[in-house]
């Protein structure tokens, strides 16, 4: 079937080179490839965010996709029986079927409270940090124990800057693929991931909700690589005190000159008229096919089939499934 591929970015793998520098994926090259390309080197390292970025640049060019950067797309509407991408700067893409795959992490989320601290703090989102370069001299609070936060966390402390953690740890894997048993222990734990936990088996529906609502489990980073580089847990953020300063839940005030939110990202789905969206502002769809807008099609979402279904290892199967459902929706 004829398709093209809008990016927003000017190059085929930007939303990854404009993270902080030293991020690598949380998993393991051997669960980071999609279909029909392994990334080079050895299956158990952890890739950087730049060798991803060229991996999906040499995907697009093995396969010949067609992919045209430098579009971001501002509004999705129906006109006439079919779908209208209006690009920024004028010009619009017209199709019988779209794919909505702008991934799991959207708008930056910040507390409510973020506007109220000192404007002397400098605070960043995690998305728009870099490295501890771009900060003020002096001690760093983290807020958001997840996997980014930890590894900003570690980053920092490992450039010798105090750092603290804010947050409840919301657990890890307690392998390391370094290892000859996480070696052997990683693929058992992908394939619970990808037939188990999944929304067509009994425990696959009972613990989606829980997953949905809390951090995923630390991957990479372990409680002990925190621990040895110095960094401080704390309770979470409760608030800003009236000198604006971070109030910590056990009433703790945190004097420090910087501040980077960890805390996650929000959907946003304002730009697509007439979808509608679940209570986290999620749309409406069921293994990726929305009903109420024929032809309208999401993938990468946040279990949308599996607890793996909006990584990059993890997104085949839900590719797969579509494209059936696309080639069908056109036959008829």
């Given at each position: 079937r004829p398709f093209v591929i809008v990016d927003a970015h000017a190059r085929i793998g930007d939303t990854w080179r404009t993270r902080w520098d030293g991020l690598r994926l949380f998993t393991p090259a051997g669960h980071d490839a999609l279909p029909?390309?392994?990334?080079?080197?050895?299956?158990?390292?952890?890739?950087?965010?730049?060798?991803?970025?060229?991996?999906?640049?040499?995907?697009?060019?093995?396969?010949?996709?067609?992919?045209?950067?430098?579009?971001?797309?501002?509004?999705?509407?129906?006109?006439?029986g079919r779908y209208v991408a209006r690009i920024r700067g004028g010009g619009a893409i017209e199709a019988d079927n779209v794919v909505v795959a702008t991934g799991a992490f959207q708008k930056p989320r910040v507390p409510a409270f973020a506007p109220d601290l000192d404007p002397g703090i400098v605070q960043l989102h995690s998305s728009r940090y870099r490295n501890p370069d771009g900060l003020r001299d002096g001690a760093v609070l983290v807020v958001g124990p997840g996997n980014s936060g930890a590894d900003i966390a570690l980053d920092l402390a490992t450039a010798g800057r105090h750092t603290f953690l804010a947050g409840k740890h919301p657990g890890h894997l307690p392998i390391r693929t370094e290892s000859w048993r996480g070696r052997m222990a990683f693929p058992l734990i992908w394939f619970v991931w990808t037939h188990i936990l999944n929304i067509g088996t009994p425990v696959g529906r009972k613990v989606r909700p829980k997953i949905l609502a809390g951090p995923e489990p630390l991957i990479r980073v372990k409680p002990s690589d925190l621990e040895r580089a110095g960094v401080e847990r704390t309770p979470r953020v409760a608030g800003v005190t009236p000198a604006g300063l971070p109030l910590l839940d056990d009433g703790r005030i945190l004097d420090v000159p910087n501040v980077i939110w960890a805390t996650g990202y929000r959907p946003d789905f304002s730009w697509i008229a007439g979808v509608e969206l679940d209570e986290r502002g999620e749309p409406l769809q069921d293994r990726g096919v929305v009903e109420d807008l024929p032809g309208l099609f999401f993938l990468g979402r946040e279990f949308q089939f599996a607890f793996n279904s909006h990584t990059v290892g993890g997104v085949g199967r839900d590719a797969e499934q579509l494209a059936g459902a696309i080639a069908a929706r056109v036959a008829a």
């Amino acid at each position: 079937r004829p398709f093209v591929i809008v990016d927003a970015h000017a190059r085929i793998g930007d939303t990854w080179r404009t993270r902080w520098d030293g991020l690598r994926l949380f998993t393991p090259a051997g669960h980071d490839a999609l279909p029909g390309l392994p990334l080079p080197g050895k299956a158990f390292r952890f890739p950087s965010k730049d060798e991803m970025a060229d991996y999906l640049a040499r995907y697009a060019e093995a396969f010949g996709l067609a992919v045209r950067t430098g579009s971001p797309v501002e509004r999705l509407e129906l006109a006439g029986g079919r779908y209208v991408a209006r690009i920024r700067g004028g010009g619009a893409i017209e199709a019988d079927n779209v794919v909505v795959a702008t991934g799991a992490f959207q708008k930056p989320r910040v507390p409510a409270f973020a506007p109220d601290l000192d404007p002397g703090i400098v605070q960043l989102h995690s998305s728009r940090y870099r490295n501890p370069d771009g900060l003020r001299d002096g001690a760093v609070l983290v807020v958001g124990p997840g996997n980014s936060g930890a590894d900003i966390a570690l980053d920092l402390a490992t450039a010798g800057r105090h750092t603290f953690l804010a947050g409840k740890h919301p657990g890890h894997l307690p392998i390391r693929t370094e290892s000859w048993r996480g070696r052997m222990a990683f693929p058992l734990i992908w394939f619970v991931w990808t037939h188990i936990l999944n929304i067509g088996t009994p425990v696959g529906r009972k613990v989606r909700p829980k997953i949905l609502a809390g951090p995923e489990p630390l991957i990479r980073v372990k409680p002990s690589d925190l621990e040895r580089a110095g960094v401080e847990r704390t309770p979470r953020v409760a608030g800003v005190t009236p000198a604006g300063l971070p109030l910590l839940d056990d009433g703790r005030i945190l004097d420090v000159p910087n501040v980077i939110w960890a805390t996650g990202y929000r959907p946003d789905f304002s730009w697509i008229a007439g979808v509608e969206l679940d209570e986290r502002g999620e749309p409406l769809q069921d293994r990726g096919v929305v009903e109420d807008l024929p032809g309208l099609f999401f993938l990468g979402r946040e279990f949308q089939f599996a607890f793996n279904s909006h990584t990059v290892g993890g997104v085949g199967r839900d590719a797969e499934q579509l494209a059936g459902a696309i080639a069908a929706r056109v036959a008829a």
